[in-house]
């Protein structure tokens, strides 16, 4: 079955991080990691793209981010500053197309009408979504839009192609398009999930799309799997 794009993603890129770079231009281009309190022992909760690429992530210590990426300014965490801006970022996507729900501070979806699902029409609406924030809200804010049959993979594709990237899984792309990914890359694959699925065999993305309803089940131990199989294959 051909299934149409019916659902748009749209996640902020390092949400946290950009907002105070936005606040503090001083550190645009600069690595930046935010924490609940700045102590050697806390972890960051957040971190700018340029901390990124010194592998400073969620969870990261505040004490290895200083290690492994030297320079980086750690910040407390102001949540009243990052309510305040996500629903200013709201009120711009709401401008350009209606959110269907919230999921947390920095994810939003949409429903695509019928007659906006054409993929040009949706690279089109991404693109208007994301000028809309640098023209009304901050350049430094910037937001990665994914676009798919389901909203399961609407959220995948929104990880394919950050910061402020734009991806779009067509029915016709599945499930060749997921193959490059990590198994922890695949949304409701932890950790464990992972050492889990290993066990049963399943050690890429393409084992995960090759294997069978029945398969994915047993390996879930639930419905779960079932699930997985459906949406990967743009079920919704």
Not at 7 to 34: C, K, M, N, T
Not at 129 to 138: E, G, K, W
């Amino acid at each position: 079955m051909n299934r149409e794009l019916s659902a748009l993603f749209v996640d902020f890129d390092s949400y946290f991080a950009s907002v105070e770079q936005h606040l503090r231009p001083e550190l645009i281009g600069r690595p930046v990691g935010v924490a609940p309190v700045v102590a050697d022992t806390s972890c960051c909760i957040a971190a700018s793209y340029e901390a990124k690429a010194f592998d400073v992530k969620t969870g990261t210590q505040v004490a290895e981010a200083r290690r492994i990426c030297p320079g980086i300014t750690i910040l407390p965490a102001r949540p009243a500053e990052y309510i305040k801006y996500h629903h200013i970022l709201l009120e711009q996507i709401e401008a350009c197309i209606h959110i269907e729900e919230t999921l947390s501070i920095d994810e939003v979806w949409c429903w695509l009408p019928f007659n906006w699902r054409d993929p040009n029409y949706v690279r089109g609406l991404g693109e208007k979504i994301q000028q809309q924030l640098a023209s009304n809200v901050s350049e430094t804010i910037t937001c990665s839009v994914g676009a798919g049959p389901n909203t399961w993979l609407a959220k995948m594709a929104s990880k394919m192609n950050k910061p402020n990237g734009i991806f779009i899984i067509e029915q016709s792309d599945l499930p060749d398009c997921l193959y490059p990914l990590s198994l922890r890359d695949i949304h409701g694959v932890g950790k464990q999930m992972e050492l889990r699925l290993h066990s049963y065999g399943i050690h890429s993305v393409y084992d995960l799309c090759q294997a069978s309803m029945r398969e994915l089940r047993v390996a879930w131990g639930s419905v779960e799997g079932e699930l997985i199989w459906r949406q990967l294959r743009g079920e919704e």
